[in-house]
């Protein structure tokens, strides 16, 4: 009993090792068919919480930081990218491409936050799916027929009134 509990712990923490290392860096992963860098993309969704209803926010938008880190893995600079604007649907879309950065660089630690709601009366954000504090990215697919690495964050909402923290 006492090997089989030793055997899932010690692969517990290699699984949990493996899930780190693939998420430590951002857009320095080649795609070995092409040997070009494959691109970052982040996607999700911004709504309003007024009550007991929720509703897409559209013209909203979400801010991704990370660091950036020189070829030897020292930060040098945190970095933020902007997503485009929320659809009617409150989608939004951003993305990183390694062309962006200087040969060597990549970016590390990212994370997406809540940036701006263009209504007024919902315009107060929350830490729902960590709005506010931010979301790490760590959870990512590969398309295919564009070859980028899409993370999803979110939803995330704002409110009609002020929420402390």
Do not use: H
Not at 41 to 46: F, L, N, P
Not at 90 to 111: D, H, I, M, N
Not at 124 to 142: A, E, H, I, Q
């Amino acid at each position: 009993m006492a090997v089989s509990r030793l055997s899932f712990a010690a692969s517990l923490v290699v699984f949990s090792s493996l899930i780190i290392c693939s998420v430590a860096n951002y857009g320095n992963e080649v795609n070995p068919e092409t040997g070009k860098f494959i691109p970052v993309a982040v996607e999700g969704v911004i709504m309003c919480k007024s009550g007991d209803k929720s509703y897409p926010i559209q013209g909203a938008t979400a801010r991704i930081a990370c660091v950036k880190t020189d070829a030897y893995g020292k930060e040098i600079v945190p970095i933020s990218i902007m997503s485009s604007k929320t659809d009617a649907k409150g989608y939004f879309f951003a993305t990183l491409f390694p062309s962006q950065l200087r040969a060597g660089r990549t970016v590390t630690k990212c994370k997406v936050f809540l940036y701006q709601s263009p209504i007024a009366d919902c315009d107060f954000p929350t830490d729902v799916n960590k709005g506010v504090r931010g979301m790490s990215l760590n959870k990512y697919r590969v398309l295919e027929d564009k070859s980028f690495k899409l993370y999803w964050a979110g939803p995330f909402f704002y409110t009609s009134e002020p929420t402390y923290y």
